[in-house]
Each structure stands twice: as C-alpha cells, then as structure tokens.
C-alpha cells in the first residue's frame, strides 16, 4: 500500500506511549452472534472480484480452506490473491476474530466491503514494513491511510513512530512489543464502524490501538465483512488462519 499521511485533525484519540502496554480492556460477549462454524464457509462467498486476482483474470480469488475449525487462506497460484465475504450486509457494527497467521503474507480485515474488494480495511499486513489494526481505504484511492506503528524486519518487531503518521502514538512501546504480541499463537483482534462518514475503533488483544473519524462519505451505509489475500509475490505455501470470528449489530433498529 502507498498513500499519503491523513491530516491529524482527523485523528480523534492519539493513544499515549507508555513505558508497559496498557491493561485490556474487558469486553462483554452480549450481542455477539457467530458468522463462523467452524465446518465450512456457508453464510460466506469467495470473490475473484478484487484486483488482487489479476492473475488468473479474475477467474478464481485464492485458496480458502477450513482446517481445525479456522478459515485458512493462501494464493492459489502464484500471485492470486482475492477475499472470502459474508452473504449479510453490516451497516454500524463491531467485529472480533483470532488470527495466527504467517509472517509474509499480505491480508486484512474488510469493513462495509463490496465484493469488489471496496472497502475501510482494519489491517493486517504481517510482514516486514506491515501494519496491522491501522485503517486503509482499500480501492477508494487508499484514503484514509492511518497507522501508528511499522514492522520492522519482521512481526516480532514495530518501529514507532510510524512512517505514515509519525506524530500518532502506539500503546505499546517497541521495547515491549516482542512480549504483548505472540507470533504463532492465537491473538484477538477487534474493529468497530460507526456512522457514515465512518468512525473506526480498532483493537489487538484488547488493547485500543486506532480510533478515527473520517470526514468523507466514502462508501455505502453497509457492506459485508471480507478477508483477504493479498495478490502479488508467491504465497502458495504461506497462510493466513482466522476463527472465532463474531459480529456485534450495532445498527439502530
């Protein structure tokens, strides 16, 4: 991804560095309905919409499998990528899932996505200059493009402040990020949209790392909630796993 800074006016809560990653927050399982059964993908499409399925001319969008009850997702051949979205469309809502994925492989979480890959991405780009749980406009011209931190040589480490928005704080020190994030383990990580033009709060393992408030109407009021991978490179034997993925409506009824 390539974009340019957002303004800091619009960045609504600059979370403060600390000598020790802050304590969770604890979140109440009240409302939260499953979009995963662990079995297969029903309630869930695979698209070869998105421009990351170039390479087989948009004729498959990647490789989705269900293996010990997490979606697991690579290219399906060398440079194609594509997403796997739910069937219902979200308008106000708040998302969480565990991921254990790869270090190398380029994905993310989709909010208010068509299936075209438009969407405000919370992501999860675990590799090496990566970001994950900043917030990207995906196809609608990557803004807004907000991160407060950067992978260093690889996921076991951030560098702070991030090149993109140098003045935005991480929660979590470099120092002590090797011991908040667990590669190779099972690790939560939550969004929530609100409202259009959209506010995205956004957390990984219960600790607040983005909240913004875009000025723009972007998109449409709903949209589904996709997973990615990403096209470009080889990633046919690297692997992007998510579970326990479970939704919250928060739209007014």
């Known amino acids: 991804m390539r974009a340019l800074a957002v303004p800091l006016a619009c960045l609504v809560a600059l979370v403060p560095a600390s000598a020790q990653p802050p304590a969770p927050e604890k979140f109440s399982d009240a409302g939260f309905v499953s979009i995963f059964n662990g079995k297969d993908l029903t309630g869930w499409t695979v698209s070869a919409k998105t421009g990351h399925s170039g390479t087989t001319k948009n004729k498959s969008g990647g490789k989705w499998e269900i293996k010990d009850g997490a979606i697991v997702g690579s290219q399906d051949v060398p440079g194609n990528g594509g ?8 308008g106000d809502f708040e998302v969480a899932l565990e991921m254990k994925n790869d270090d190398g492989p380029d994905s993310g979480l989709f909010l208010r996505s068509t299936d075209t890959g438009k969407c405000y991405q919370a992501m999860i780009d675990y590799h090496k200059g990566g970001n994950l749980m900043g917030v990207y406009g995906e196809g609608i011209g990557g803004r807004p493009h907000v991160r407060n931190f950067d992978f260093g040589k690889d996921v076991n480490e951030i560098v702070v402040p991030s090149r993109q928005t140098p003045d935005y704080k991480s929660p979590v020190s470099a120092a002590d ?5 667990k590669h190779g383990e099972w690790n ?8 259009n033009p959209p506010k995205i709060t956004t957390w990984i393992k219960g600790v607040k790392f983005l909240e913004y408030q875009d000025t723009e109407k972007r998109l449409a009021d709903t949209g589904g909630i996709a997973l990615q991978v990403h096209g470009g490179g080889d990633y046919t034997k690297q692997f992007v796993r998510y579970r326990n993925i ?3 409506d928060l739209s007014r009824k």
């Open 177 to 181: 990020w090797k011991a908040f994030w």
């Open 188 to 195: 939560e990580l939550r969004a929530r949209i609100e409202g």
């Open 83 to 90: 997403i796997v979205i739910t069937d219902k469309q979200y």
């Open 246 to 248: 479970r939704v919250r």
